[in-house]
């Protein structure tokens, strides 16, 4: 027993001695549960919500009064719009809408003679999850106002139209995001892999002495993998396509601009791995898990990121593929075209850049201590 006690005193005696390891130990379990507490949940809040009018009467308007004052809706007025379904459908597509309520000229009438009338609901089928979701804060909502009513129960039907998804198939939003996903976790493990299999070799020292500038260096490693990382992007659209059944309806040209910017950030980010990884098995492991994780929880790839605690949202916002997977879902679901991608296309300018210039850097870095 006094062995056992004495091995067991050494061994506590180490973990006091690391305190790293200890720190780790104690602190990701709490980041663990502060992520996943606040990212897992389907809840969401200020539905964006569009009305279209065309009864203005008092009992429409009480309706309207009703989802504006709910924190479960953010309400939109299209009215002043000359075409306002036309620009319904515009916001719905760059994504600034989730919904439109659209109450008929004989909303009014109808309800004031004891008869049945419809209200019609234009919802963002693209997640099935977000839509099944609000279509239940609609039923809720249009319950809580016939119920502040007198004997208006069961007067009021929901008229509900899925746009992009008429079948409210989950495949149409996650197969996206999964294209998203694994084309940049592809592209961090190709120049990851390469630059610190060469490390490995010593072949790196090589390059190291060679007079070539580093940015030429980095730059001709990173090019050929471009067009490795597109054709594994044109397989996966293929199997998505033809597997999955997933329509392309947006134009191929406009995701291949976007593709190719966040391929670049995604090489990039594997260069900038590659300069700290001392061998190929942990830059493989430091690269899934740099675009893995934050990719799949904190992207809107699987948790609206509405629904996020503030800090996680702004995380969220450093993720390149919070991004593109806003791009991939709008050009292959809802055919929604360059201009409607503004903010994402510099966002992704910005981390390619940025990721590049830190990759060549901390390259030259490297390169100037070997010498």
């Given at each position: 027993?006094s ?6 005193k050494k061994?506590?005696l ?7 390891s200890?720190?780790i130990v ?8 502060l992520?996943f507490?606040?990212a ?31 924190t479960?809706?953010r ?9 306002p379904?036309?620009e319904?459908?515009?916001l ?17 009438r109808?309800?004031k003679?004891?008869?049945?009338s ?7 089928g693209?997640?099935?999850?977000i839509a ?17 009513q ?7 039907n ?5 746009y992009?998804?008429?079948?409210n ?16 976790m592809?592209s961090?493990?190709?120049?990851s892999l390469?630059?610190a ?14 007079p070539?500038k580093?940015?030429?260096i980095i730059?001709?490693?990173t ?28 134009n191929?040209l406009?995701?291949?601009?976007f593709?190719l ?38 992207s ?5 990121l509405d ?16 991004y ?5 879902r709008?050009v292959?679901?809802?055919?929604a075209e ?7 296309g510099?966002?992704l ?7 590049l210039?830190a ?13």
């Open positions: 027993m062995r056992t006690n004495a091995v067991f061994e506590f180490h973990i006091l001695r690391d305190p790293a200890l720190t104690l602190i990701m379990p709490v980041m663990m549960i992520i507490g606040h897992l949940t389907f809840d969401i809040d200020n539905v964006e919500t569009g009305v279209f009018n065309t009864s203005n009467g008092d009992l429409s308007r009480s309706l309207i009064e009703t989802f504006s004052c709910s479960a809706f309400t939109v007025d299209l009215s002043h719009f000359p075409k379904l036309e319904a459908e515009r719905i597509k760059a994504g600034r809408l989730k919904q439109v309520l659209i109450v008929p000229p004989d909303f009014d109808k309800l003679q004891n008869r049945k419809q209200v019609g609901f234009i919802i963002d693209n997640d099935s999850n099944n979701r609000v279509y239940q804060y609609d039923e809720m909502a249009i319950l809580s106002f016939t119920a502040e007198r004997n208006m129960e069961g007067l009021i929901i008229h509900t139209q899925m992009f998804n008429p079948a198939k989950s495949s149409f939003f996650f197969i996206p995001g999964i294209i998203a996903i694994l084309l940049l592809i961090a493990l190709l120049t390469s630059m299999r060469e490390k490995e070799s010593g072949s790196i020292d090589l390059i190291f002495i060679s070539l580093s940015a030429q730059m001709g490693k090019i050929p993998y471009i067009f490795v990382a597109l054709a594994d992007g044109v397989i996966i659209l293929l199997c998505a396509r033809f597997l999955f059944s997933i329509p392309i309806k947006g191929l406009v995701l291949l601009i593709s910017l966040y391929i670049l950030s995604g090489l990039s980010l594997g260069i900038l791995v590659s300069t700290v990884a001392p061998n190929q098995m942990t830059a493989m492991f430091v690269a899934i898990l740099a675009t893995l994780l934050p990719s799949i929880l904190l809107g790839f699987i948790f609206p629904s996020m605690a503030p800090v996680l949202r702004f995380i969220s916002q450093l993720v390149p593929a919070t593109f997977i806003e791009i991939i709008g292959i679901i809802k055919g360059l201009k409607h991608f503004f903010k994402e510099l966002a300018l910005f981390f390619s850049m940025v990721l210039a990759s060549m850097g901390k390259f030259q870095q490297s390169r100037k201590k070997k010498k």
